[in-house]
């Protein structure tokens, strides 16, 4: 079983609408989670940081759920420049120094 | 600045030949880490470095070595390529940190390594 597990999608997004979609993680011993973003062919960058009272930047609004350990990005007001790969990466004090992506969910907004 | 800078960017090898890939980061980094991502299994952390002269193993680490001689190089090394090491090989560098907590990590673009 993988450590994060990722809905690949593609979601398809009307321009202008909200997408959410979720992430899993089996290891109890998470604390750090962080949502990259990465555009084809290109590396990833850091999306935001997900905190555990759950947070916002902008249009994008992550929370965290330790007790069902998942986390989620919600995309309001969705742009054609959202389109991209959304990896959901974790970090645990149990593996100090190796952090585990998930595979990534695709987004791609449409006009 | 650069930020985080790979080369080279593309490669073709044939099975058993050797190559090294290079990562250099402007940033002042102490952490530097190598990555291969495949189809459907997300970045895999191959080996990582803590500091200047320190490597260590991570998920999937034979087949290759690493050497970080100076702080701002990350070498990778293929010793005698496979057709399984066929990936996309991405660099990053942190900032140190207390254990137990992570930074934002920063990619070099990549290098696109096809072994026949």
Redesign the interface.
Known sequence: R?E?EQD?GPFNVPEGATVAFNCTYSNSAS??F?WYRQDC??????LM?VYSSGNEDGRFTAQLNRASQYISLLIRDSKLSDSATY?CVV?A?DS????Q????TQVVVTP | NAGVTQTPKFRVLKTGQSMTLLCAQDMNHE?MYW?RQDP??????IH?S?GEGTT?K??VPDGYNVSRLKKQNFLLGLESAAPSQTSVY?CASSYGTD????N??F????TRLTVL
């Open positions: 993988k994060v690949p604390q750090s962080f062919r290109k590396e990833p960058k850091l940081s990896l970090g004090t100090w120094g190796k952090l992506f998930g595979a990534g | 952490y990555y459907g299994m997300g970045l895999r952390l990582y803590v260590a991570g998920e991405f254990i137990g907590s992570y934002e990590q990619f070099g673009p990549g």
